[in-house]
């Protein structure tokens, strides 16, 4: 009686085949999911960061924290140490990694220490809540807050103003509507001061992050955080965007108008 000790080659090859055609099917599945789970922490870190941002408005007789990032070497009247991070720091010191950057630098414990000598870490004290899991730069810091929160236009001349900037949190109407953080990646090697959007005009020019595909997460003046899902002409204009080198993006399609007006809706005016 003869027993088979073995599979044949035949069979072998059909099993590899199998395997094959079931880890193809699989790896997009997981990739999905493992994505998702990065939106989520994302989403989370946002709610930790507008909470805290709304907790120091609290405490600070309801002005809100500067949105800029302060930088030691500029002297510019809108820069003070109170913003709500600031840029690369030498650890130990107040003083800014000289930019424009070199040498390698800034380090990722100088990016760590701009982060905790902000005034918002003392209620955010997690560097890690600062950054997207999703991110894929050596930044730290993957958010930024927008400029109609106390940001620069407030301390420039007024008739250099391009749009208001509010200071106190309950001059803000509509706060289910207005949003605080965005996810931003600044081609200069941070997210440099406050993110900027002219309500007034139709173009786009800071850059805006594309970390989960064609969405970014929103944080709300509400506590409330979104995903965004944007349309193809935005995604790619800014999967593609240097600041200075690229110029600035006005939409033509009815979905990139789309984007535009949505981002024209929830600035406060």
């Known amino acids: 009686m003869n027993h088979r000790k073995g599979f044949t080659l035949v069979e072998l090859l059909v099993v590899v085949a199998i395997i094959a055609l079931l880890v193809s099917i699989l790896l997009p599945a997981i990739g ?114 927008v400029d109609y929160l106390n940001g620069r236009q407030n301390y420039i001349q007024p008739s250099f103003r391009r749009w208001r900037s509010f200071v106190k949190m309950t001059d803000i109407g509509a706060p289910a509507s207005r949003y605080v953080f965005i996810e931003e990646h600044d081609s200069r090697n941070y997210n440099m001061d406050s993110w900027e959007f002219n309500p007034n005009d139709d173009k786009w020019y800071d850059p805006l992050s594309m970390w989960h595909g064609r969405r970014s997460s929103l944080a709300f003046v509400d506590c409330h955080v979104e995903q965004k899902q944007w349309s193809d002409e935005t995604a790619d204009f800014f999967r593609n965007y240097k600041v200075g080198v690229t110029p600035p993006l006005q939409p033509i399609t009815a979905e990139g108008i789309d984007d535009l007006d949505y981002m024209k809706r929830g600035w406060a005016k």
Request: aromatic share 14%; net charge negative.
């Open 32 to 145: 999905k999911a493992r994505e998702s789970a990065k939106a989520v922490v994302c989403s989370t870190s946002m709610k930790s960061l507008i909470t805290g941002w709304v907790a120091y408005a609290l405490e600070n007789n309801d002005t809100m924290v500067p949105a800029f990032t302060y930088r030691s070497d500029w002297d510019i009247t809108w820069q003070n140490e109170s913003t709500w991070v600031w840029s690369p720091t030498i650890v130990g010191t107040k003083d800014s990694v000289p930019y424009p950057f070199a040498d390698g630098r800034p380090t990722a414990e100088e990016r760590a220490e701009g982060i905790e000598r902000g005034s918002l870490f003392q209620y955010v004290p997690d560097v890690k809540v600062y950054r997207c899991p999703s991110d894929k730069s050596e930044y730290l810091r993957s958010y930024s807050i």
